[in-house]
Nanobody, 117 residues
């Protein structure tokens, strides 16, 4: 079955960096675009970044452009999110996502990122 397992979250001071990772299994990883989303209490889940199946195309939310970098390793079935210059408003639970069809999407359990002094 499809599994997405996020890791790398934690507490960091403003201006700091974190690297999130998502280990994927149970599907043909290199075939699909991969996504990172985030969610804070009381708000809808927000798309943060996406990366095409071979990594040639990436897209970012305006709020993270220039600070976050998404990457993938198709040999290890991993997708990463390097987050630099973190701000308190980046505090959220971060989720890895894949859409294997128009009607079927999968989520990991999420990893908490807290940016606070």
């Amino acid at each position: 079955q499809v599994q997405l397992v996020e890791s790398g979250g934690g507490l960091v001071q403003p201006g700091g960096s974190l690297r999130l990772s998502c280990a994927a299994s149970g599907f043909a990883f290199s075939v699909y675009t991969m996504y990172w989303y985030r969610q804070t209490p009381g708000k809808e889940r927000e798309l943060v970044a996406s990366i095409s199946r071979l990594g040639g195309t990436t897209n970012y939310a305006d709020s993270v452009k220039g600070r976050f970098t998404i990457s993938r390793d198709n040999t290890k079935n991993m997708v990463n999110l390097q987050m630099n210059s973190l701000k308190p408003e980046d505090t959220a639970v971060y989720y890895c996502n894949v859409q294997t069809s128009v009607y079927r999407g999968y989520w990991g359990q999420g990893t908490q990122v807290t940016v606070s002094s």
